[in-house]
């Protein structure tokens, strides 16, 4: 019998990449580039699965150009590039990346925090281009306390909680916002729970941590930054359109708050000329949360684990449409 066609859209780390080369016929774009549209579409004609990432538009184009294509694996944990729904509706399989980087995007999301806060990349910039004149100065590159601040934490998911987690080390108050309320927070790290308007109120460090959907696009948008303190920060690595970035770019210039630490942006890569660049009290990163060599190695074999689980019948460990069983 022959093997099932995959088409790999990136060089995924080898440790997954093996396992899918073993098992099936495989396809792999080798550039560091996505791969255009037209090529997905050209690329998808006759497989029976897609293993994605984040940056490929999975849409119903691309669904009708793939005809016999049964499921696809994305390498990550966040899958608003692809249209679930209307995979779904075709009766494709969508799996995703769960668990495997939540601790490490939770550490990303406090290296943010910690170097926007403690002005490390501009301490870093000072040093190295000839600007350390004095010594050393009572009011020196001054930043804001993150111990004994209070965080809110705006989606208190596996991602969420975990930031949490860290907050409590710093000795911090924690609020978050959630559809629902979670107990183990409250219990073991006093947690309250508040609406987002408050918690934006009442906050130091405000850090993100809700997939994109209609509902969270530009849920931070210029309403929401006026409520945040003059003193506070924003820290993004969930997914840049959440944030509304003309507004947030406003809000860093005049002042109405302290800084932003973000990994995402509204559109990737962020073009060179985004204003937000210019600002030296925002932190960026380009997109890097999960990636370190364990995480990334483990998401790698996870997108295996989800194609072998399906070729073999079995329901894929990490599906994301469960309805999809019921098609
Ligand atoms: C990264 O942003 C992911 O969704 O895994």
Request: hydrophobic content about 45%; overall charge positive; some cysteine.
């Amino acid at each position: 019998m022959s093997k099932p066609k995959v088409y790999v859209t990136r060089e995924i780390p080898e440790r997954g990449l093996k396992t899918i080369r073993e098992r099936f016929d495989t396809e792999v774009w080798h550039e560091c580039a996505p791969p255009p549209k037209e090529v997905i579409i050209k690329n998808v004609r006759d497989v029976d699965a897609l293993a994605s990432l984040l940056s490929d538009k999975i849409d119903a184009e691309v669904f009708d150009a793939a005809t016999e294509l049964k499921i696809v694996a994305q390498f990550a944990v966040g899958v608003d590039n692809i249209d679930v729904k209307e995979a779904t509706r075709r009766g494709i399989y969508v799996t995703n990346t769960p668990g495997v980087l939540t601790e490490t995007t939770a550490d990303f999301a406090w290296a943010l925090l910690m170097a926007v806060a403690r002005r490390v990349v501009e301490a870093d910039k000072r040093v190295r281009t000839g600007q350390w004149k004095v010594g050393w100065h009572p009011s020196m590159l001054l930043g804001r306390d993150v111990c004994g601040a209070t965080i809110g934490i705006v989606g208190a998911g596996r991602i969420g909680s975990a930031v949490a987690r860290r907050a409590k080390g710093f000795n911090m108050k924690i609020l978050y916002h959630s559809p629902s309320a979670k107990p183990k927070l409250e219990r073991k790290l006093g947690a309250k729970r508040v609406d987002l308007d408050a918690l934006l109120k009442a906050s130091d460090f405000i850090s993100i941590h809700v997939p994109l959907t209609k509902q969270t696009y530009h849920m931070i948008n210029e309403e929401k930054l006026r409520l945040m303190k003059k003193t506070a920060y924003l820290i993004n690595n969930s997914r840049g359109a959440i944030v509304d970035e003309k507004a947030l770019y406003q809000a860093l210039k005049e002042g109405w708050i302290a800084g932003a630490g973000l990994d995402v942006f509204e559109r990737e890569p962020t073009p060179v000329d985004n204003l937000l660049l210019k600002l030296d009290n925002v932190v960026v990163a380009p997109h890097i949360s999960s990636s370190s060599h364990e995480t990334r190695s483990r998401m790698a074999e996870m997108v295996a684990e989800n194609l072998v689980a399906f070729f073999e019948g079995r329901v894929p460990p990490n599906l994301v449409n469960r309805e999809v069983l019921e098609s």
